[in-house]
């Protein structure tokens, strides 16, 4: 029979690559503790896997963004370089959607369409003032139902 404590040491007990990416993703600044942060990466870190699961969790770019604002010295330039190159992919493509963000709501505007974005670009500059820090692949909007027909042929005739 195990003691409360000793299950909620084996429950938090993360590998060291979920303990970098927790710490990494982490909202509060107060965790954000370049000492923790390098004593973390100095752990044998599996670098293949820790890529893997920032990837499916599509937060890469906050994984890049504290490693070489804290200790880019301590992951292997392989890696390192690799998670640079997607993340100049990512920053321009959110810069592209940003743009037509701006295109598509001077483009409803015009056409007396209301439609508020929300998600995508919208919800990464509120949420991190840094477009380059999430991930988003779509532009979402809050439209009204009457509008749609209107919207279809707009979005249609734009390509």
Same mark, same amino acid.
């Given at each position: ?46 670098? !293949?896997? +820790?890529? =893997?699961?920032?990837?499916? $969790?599509?937060?890469?770019? #906050?994984?890049?963004? &504290?490693? *070489? ?11 390192? !370089?690799? +998670?640079? =190159?997607?993340?100049?992919? $990512?920053?321009?493509?959110? #810069?592209?959607?940003? &743009?037509? *963000? ?5 483009l409803f505007k015009t056409n007396n369409i209301s439609a508020i974005p929300i998600k ?31 919207i279809k042929k707009l979005l249609t005739s734009q390509g």
């Amino acid at each position: 029979m195990h003691s409360t404590s000793n299950i909620n040491n084996i429950l938090l007990k993360l590998s060291p690559e979920a303990e970098l990416l927790l710490f990494c993703i982490s909202p509060f600044d107060a965790l954000k503790d370049p000492i923790k942060l390098q004593a973390i990466t100095k752990q044998n870190i599996n670098w !293949n896997y +820790l890529l =893997n699961i920032a990837n499916a $969790n599509k937060v890469l770019p #906050l994984l890049y963004f &504290q490693i *070489t604002a804290n200790c880019p010295e301590l992951i292997p330039t392989t890696y390192l !370089n690799t +998670l640079k =190159n997607y993340c100049l992919k $990512n920053s321009k493509k959110n #810069l592209f959607l940003s &743009q037509e *963000t701006l295109k598509l709501l001077a483009l409803f505007k015009t056409n007396n369409i209301s439609a508020i974005p929300i998600k995508g670009p919208v919800m990464t500059s509120y949420l991190y003032q840094n477009l380059s820090l999430r991930e988003f692949n779509d532009l979402d909007f809050l439209v009204q139902e009457t509008d749609l027909s209107l919207i279809k042929k707009l979005l249609t005739s734009q390509g």
